[in-house]
């Protein structure tokens, strides 16, 4: 892991006068400035107010910075979807939180009242009131105050930086793999993209069951860490075919599952890595929008494919206990916070391996 310290110029924009909180915010594409700003008022019933502690980078935040937002917005907009902090006020009405109790809170500002929040389905919500970060204000702030019931606490011994990754990284990963593709113990999974921060976990989700990993990556240096992680089979989709290297190394049979969230660029060649029957998991398409498919090709090869977004306020809490029994995350790089540019470039860049963490 890289730890990178802030230049001395960052240092001084970091002193914020009293009576103000420092807020990373996008003023316009690819421009984003340290600005001093008001706190948020108190805490109302129902309500709490937490310092941030540590920042997890993801796409959504490249995909927000390049401009790429899918419902109005509004700037300047606090950047920021994935964090951990401390409860530091609580409003009336607030059971079960106090001052001081360790958190992560929820990315995205759901209703809490429709039929989908009712059964514990947060992520399909009826009447989101947007995801933070990219649609309202995010967690890239020192204070936010949000309703309390959508934070969840961090278990004892699991660190601000490693559950700054739990409420969309590991997440994500629990709803795709088990709510979803039904992954089971000793069954074979192909991760695409497996030096992604979604990618790592998904490996060691994986290898923590049992399974047989096949994943991608895109240099032999990613090559050796995703072995180290566990991995049985490692290819370089620069230097061979991933889908003929599956069907070589499984008989021609295919695996049982597939991890996918890059898109068009490799979704077919993900289908054909599938055995009979088997099961595509995919949640996102970082390398567009649109892909074809064969549908002779799903139908009788009986292949299931199933879309994932985001996760549960179940999945967070099941992420944070896998953190807690050892299954930590990989991280790449750790940067104060008037680095965050540097960290969405490095994250652009893909020549990361793990998570980006952003820390306070």
Same mark, same amino acid.
């Given at each position: 892991m890289t730890r990178l310290a802030p230049a001395a110029e960052e240092e001084r924009a970091a002193a914020v006068p009293a009576g103000c909180m420092r807020a990373l915010t996008l003023i &316009?594409?690819? =421009?984003?400035?340290?600005?001093? =700003?008001?706190?948020?008022?108190?805490?109302g019933p129902g309500e709490a107010q937490i310092a941030i502690k540590a920042l997890g980078l993801n796409h959504i935040d490249v995909?927000?910075? *390049?401009? #790429?937002?899918? &419902?109005? *917005?509004?700037?300047?907009?606090v950047v920021g979807a994935e964090a951990a902090g401390e409860v530091v006020a609580v409003g009336s009405d607030v059971s079960g939180l106090a001052v001081g109790n360790r958190v992560v809170p929820y990315g995205a500002l759901t209703c809490g009242v429709c039929k989908a929040c009712r059964e514990g389905r947060d992520n399909l919500c009826e009447s989101p009131g947007g995801i933070m970060g990219f649609?309202?204000?995010?967690?890239? *702030?020192?204070? +936010?105050t949000m309703p309390a019931r959508l934070l969840v606490p961090i278990p004892p011994g699991v660190s601000f930086r490693d559950a700054a990754c739990a409420p969309?990284?590991?997440? =994500? +990963?629990?709803? #795709?793999?088990f709510d979803n593709a039904k992954l089971e113990p000793g069954e074979s999974i192909l991760v695409q993209a497996g030096g992604s921060?979604?990618? =790592? +976990?998904?490996i060691k989700m994986a290898k923590a069951i049992g399974c047989t990993v096949f994943t991608t990556v895109g240099d032999d240096a990613k090559a050796e860490k995703a072995k180290a992680l566990g991995a049985d089979h490692v290819i370089n989709y620069r230097d061979e075919r991933f889908e003929g290297v599956v069907r070589k190394l499984t008989a021609k049979k295919g695996v049982d599952v597939v991890f996918e969230h890059v898109g068009p660029d490799t979704f077919n060649g993900s289908l054909l890595c599938l055995k009979r029957g088997g099961r595509l998991v995919t949640c996102g398409s970082t390398s567009g929008q649109s892909t074809n498919l064969n549908l002779f090709q799903l139908y009788t090869q009986q292949y299931r494919i199933?879309?994932?977004?985001?996760? &549960?306020?179940?999945?967070i809490r099941e992420g944070l206990a896998k953190m807690a029994s050892g299954l930590t995350p990989v991280i790449d790089t750790e940067l104060p916070l008037p680095d965050f540019e540097r960290a969405l470039a490095r994250l652009e860049s893909r020549q990361v391996f793990g998570k980006i963490i952003v820390t306070f």
């Open positions: &316009a594409d690819r =421009t984003i400035e340290l600005r001093e =700003t008001a706190p948020p008022p108190a805490p995909w927000g910075w *390049r401009g #790429m937002a899918f &419902a109005k *917005r509004k700037l300047p907009l649609h309202i204000d995010g967690f890239a *702030r020192d204070l +936010v969309i990284a590991f997440a =994500t +990963v629990q709803h #795709m793999l921060g979604i990618g =790592t +976990v998904a199933f879309g994932s977004f985001g996760a &549960a306020l179940r999945n």
